[in-house]
């Protein structure tokens, strides 16, 4: 074969070469097409899914609250055992030391005073190791000993009616960290041993996204805007959602027959152009109505017609100023 034939050959396998590399570009583009349309897919369920639970959060923090607090029950609390000194290592290093007779062997190359050494050692190391046992559990002892006694002592006073522990209470167990985890700030007041006043700062209307998120049936990601009546229902529901967990929380960790909640929030001043602090709830919560509702089952807003309640819900302007309970 010439030079012609030979290069004729080569270009033919170059061009063989060249189309099959084509080929599995062509092969890879598609795959990549559908490789980042799976990530479409993938993102815009999470998308939905984040949206979903975000909102979910937003009107069902009423449903998560501490078990009620038996005061009286924890003025009874029995005293922790005080620990006894054991000597199980002592008892063992003592016995190998007893059962120890020497072997033909040991007495010939006088291998039983070393091993009767050896276990002394390991007696004094099996004494040392209990007492260092019993210390340990000494201090848990006096730890829960101490704990116990501060738990009675903040029992008594509570169930005394001690308004300062009614105060302490709150602070140490935090029944609210939840709610200001999302952005409210709590007050609270004690102005006597069966009521409690509490005020809370509400997120603006900012907490429920304007766009509402969707999956098509393609599985692509659709956003709309939530039409206005609905956003301002949602914004209600998280608004009683709070109010609703600050009396369960306060009913739940303390004796009391009274909690009077009031949320407020950042509404527009026409006299002055300005937003300042306003309330737009405020509920009288009774210990013995609260004892009858399903809290996982209920509608905050519905929620609050159990109870005596200031409210002004406009579906077209959502939740305007109100008088608090006095």
């Known amino acids: 074969m010439g030079w012609r034939g030979n290069l004729r050959t080569v270009g033919r396998i170059i061009r063989s070469a060249e189309r099959e590399s084509i080929r599995r570009q062509n092969f890879l583009v598609k795959q990549q097409a559908q490789y980042q349309k799976m990530q479409e897919l993938e993102r815009a369920a999470y998308e939905v899914e984040e949206y979903e639970n ?25 005293e922790p055992i005080k620990p006894n000194q054991k000597h199980a290592n002592e008892i063992i290093a003592q016995r190998n030391i007893d059962n120890y007779k020497p072997s033909f062997f ?27 046992a019993y210390q340990e559990e000494l201090k848990q002892y006096e730890i829960a000993a101490t704990e116990v ?9 509570i169930n005394e009616g001690n308004l ?8 140490e167990l935090a029944p609210f960290s939840e709610i200001s985890g999302l952005g409210s700030e709590l007050g609270i007041q004690f102005p006597s041993r069966d009521k409690v006043i509490a005020n809370i700062q509400i997120h603006d209307e900012k907490v429920i996204p304007k766009k509402m998120k969707s999956l098509l049936k393609s599985g692509k990601l659709s956003e709309k805007d939530v ?24 009913f739940g960790l303390l004796p009391i ?42 509608d905050p807003s519905e929620c609050l017609s159990n109870f005596k309640h200031n409210m002004n819900f406009k579906k077209t302007q959502g939740m305007l100023a109100v008088k608090e309970i006095e």
């Not at 979910?56 to 029995?78: L, Q, Y």
């Not at 300062?164 to 602070?171: L, T």
């Open 227 to 250: 039409p206005v009546g609905r956003y301002f229902e949602l914004y209600q529901d998280h608004v009683c959602s709070a109010v609703i967990r600050v009396a369960r929380e306060l």
């Open 164 to 171: 300062d522990y009614y105060k302490k209470a709150v602070e």
């Open 106 to 132: 040991d007495k010939l190359f006088h291998f039983d005073k070393r091993k009767i050494e050896q276990f002394k050692f390991k007696l004094e190391s099996a004494v040392q190791a209990d007492k260092s």
């Open 257 to 298: 027959e009274v909690v009077v909640v009031t949320a407020k929030g950042k509404l527009l001043n026409q006299a002055n152009g300005k937003l300042e602090d306003c309330p737009v709830l405020s509920v009288l919560f009774i210990r013995d109505t609260m004892n009858g509702i399903n809290f996982d089952l209920i």
């Open 149 to 157: 006694k501060e738990n009675i002592e903040i029992a008594r006073n």
């Open 54 to 78: 975000h909102i979910e959060r937003m009107i069902s923090i009423h449903k998560d609250c501490i078990s009620g607090f038996d005061w009286k029950a924890i003025v009874n609390t029995p």
